[in-house]
């Protein structure tokens, strides 16, 4: 079997920019904020991120997002499963679907998992907890990608053993 070169699998070039969004921005510089920022209320502005994304985190959580501000301790676990677990999982994800690796079948299968019940504990919270957003509609819309990825990613990976190949002689 040869490795199909990614600009001949379009399914995974979504799951590509998804991994990339989550390493360069998400992870690294929006779930570090909240990392490194104890108190939204009362803090010295860190060395990274920048001062201008801080203050971009803190509108949207001004404006849409209270549970962003609020930090309660359960909040601060999905944060760190993320820097810790997931944004190691983004590179090598990056570098598994550029390359066509298969390896990476059963890690970002089980990452599905895990992110899909963090998300519905967010959303619920998002909801009808005490931190729920003013902003129901926006929330939904901005945390949307991060319900469909992980269907779609296991889907991807769970329905063909091969998913980088095409068979010789096709």
């Known amino acids: 079997m040869n490795v199909l070169p990614l600009r001949k699998r379009p399914f995974d070039i979504p799951i590509v920019i998804f991994f ?11 779930d570090l904020e909240n990392l490194v920022i104890a108190d939204p209320s009362n803090f010295q502005y860190p060395i990274w991120p920048l001062p201008f994304m801080v203050d971009v985190i803190h509108w949207w959580g001004k404006t ?5 501000l609020a930090r309660p301790p359960w909040w601060r676990a999905t944060i760190w499963l993320d820097a810790i677990l997931f944004g190691p999982l983004y590179a090598a994800g990056l570098y ?3 390359k066509g690796k298969e390896w ?3 890690p970002v299968v089980f990452y599905s998992g895990v992110l899909f019940a963090n998300v519905v504990i967010i959303m ?3 909801m009808v907890g005490p931190h729920r957003t003013p902003e129901r ?3 939904w ?8 990825f992980p269907i779609y990613i296991t889907a991807r990976m769970w329905m063909n053993p091969h998913p ?5 002689g096709s």
Do not use: G, S
């Open 20 to 30: 990339a969004i989550n390493l360069f921005l998400v992870t690294y510089i929006i």
């Open 104 to 106: 990476i079948r059963i």
């Open 96 to 98: 598994a679907f550029i």
């Open 164 to 168: 980088f190949t095409e068979k010789q």
């Open 137 to 139: 509609l926006m929330v």
């Open 141 to 148: 819309l901005a945390n949307l990608p991060w319900l469909i």
């Open 64 to 68: 849409f997002d209270p549970l962003q």
């Open 124 to 126: 619920f919270e998002e």
